[in-house]
């Protein structure tokens, strides 16, 4: 068996959300943003960074209110979150300068849904060739920043 030593994940871990609870409603609830690693409030939607990224950078948007699909957001909601997207992704291209983007919602758990109950839309930073061979052979990510980093980066991009 092969061990990838991560000692800084105990920190999330040790303060994960207890079952059952929404993550992105308990996020939304409280007022450390830092902590929580939100980088925007809108009036229906906010920005945060997703605590197990693909890329460094990988953003979600999430509405405040607890909704599971498309059809139960009201417009202003959907307008808001893809505006909330462009954002990210000129923040993002200005920050990281990224070869492209992934952008997109997962809704439903067999649809790959990680919080199925509520929707979230991800915005993915890309590089050509930032899938090495860890992540195909190992199935490893590795990043090359911590979230600590990102945040500050990402946070002073979106004051």
């Known amino acids: 068996m092969d061990y990838l030593w991560t000692p800084w994940r105990f920190q999330y871990v040790s303060h994960a959300e207890p079952p059952g609870e929404c993550i992105f409603c308990a996020k939304a609830a409280s007022r450390n943003d830092a902590d929580n690693y939100v980088l925007h409030r809108g009036a229906r939607n906010f920005v945060l960074l997703n605590l197990y990224p693909y890329t460094t950078g990988h953003m979600m948007i999430a509405p405040y ?3 599971a699909l498309l059809d139960e957001a009201d417009p202003e909601t959907l307008h808001e979150m893809i505006e909330l997207a462009r954002t990210a992704e000129c923040r993002l291209r200005d920050v990281y300068h990224p070869h492209g983007f992934n952008i997109g919602l997962n809704l ?4 790959g849904a990680g919080v199925a109950g509520h929707i979230h839309m991800h915005v993915l930073p890309r590089w050509c060739g930032d899938s090495s061979f860890m992540t195909t052979v190992g199935e490893t990510r590795i990043l090359p920043e911590d979230l600590d980093t990102t945040y500050r980066k990402l946070s002073g991009a979106f004051k």
Do not use: D, P
């Open 65 to 67: 209110q607890h909704i």
């Open 108 to 111: 439903g758990e067999c649809a």
